[in-house]
């Protein structure tokens, strides 16, 4: 996505106007969901099932590579900060892949230090999506991907069901908003204005 188009939706003049169709990427469109926060992992699946989408969940940047190589999904919401392999590590490389070096990719993180360090380094993401997000930021990012052409078009259909062994009831008791569980917020690591190279 244009640098343009990032920097107005990170200072807060990116929203959807209501007036704008919905548009959206394929029914059973396969997303790749890496975030080492399992409330993070069942709300933006919960979010994008009930849209249709075909979702694959990774809590750490191992499983990530792994899942996007075997499983050649869509499209990826990778969270910056993760144990092992850190996001950025993960985006570098599905990007240098000629097997993955094509699929979409929205970096997310709850870190101001690191959403400044993408938007500097630039590594090739699509977007970015700052935590916590609700289910209008998340499908604005698809239609954005949408339409800048790195997602194909879904026709009008009906709607999507909870995914397979999932109850109704479970899936109606995964709340709205995507928030960390308290065991995953970290705060911003110290560096030195000097150190541009640090992912963390």
């Not at 993180?109 to 997000?133: I, L, W």
Request: proline share 8%; hydrophobic share 40%; net charge negative.
């Amino acid at each position: 996505m244009a640098g343009f188009g990032l920097l107005k939706r990170l200072v807060g003049g990116g929203e959807r106007r209501h007036s704008e169709p919905r548009v959206r990427a394929p029914m059973a469109t396969r997303v790749l969901v890496v975030d080492d926060s399992a409330t993070i992992r069942a709300v933006l699946g919960k979010m994008l099932g009930q849209d249709g989408y075909e979702v694959i969940k990774a809590a750490d940047g191992e499983s990530a590579l792994a899942l996007a190589r075997d499983e050649r999904p869509g499209l990826v919401f990778l969270d910056i900060v993760l144990p092992g392999l850190s996001g950025f590590e993960v985006l570098r490389t599905l990007r240098h892949e000629p097997d993955t070096r094509h699929i979409p990719i929205v970096m997310i993180s709850g870190n101001v230090q690191a959403t400044e360090q993408f938007y500097v380094q630039r590594y090739g993401a699509d977007d970015f999506m700052k935590k916590p997000f609700g289910r209008g930021e998340v499908f604005e990012r698809i239609r954005q991907l949408v339409l800048a052409g790195r997602l194909p078009a879904r026709a009008p259909v009906e709607q999507a069901l909870p995914p397979a062994g999932v109850s109704q009831a479970e899936w109606d008791a995964i709340p709205d908003i995507a928030m960390p569980d308290e065991a995953h917020q970290v705060s911003a690591p110290s560096r030195s204005p000097d150190d541009p190279a640090r992912t963390d």
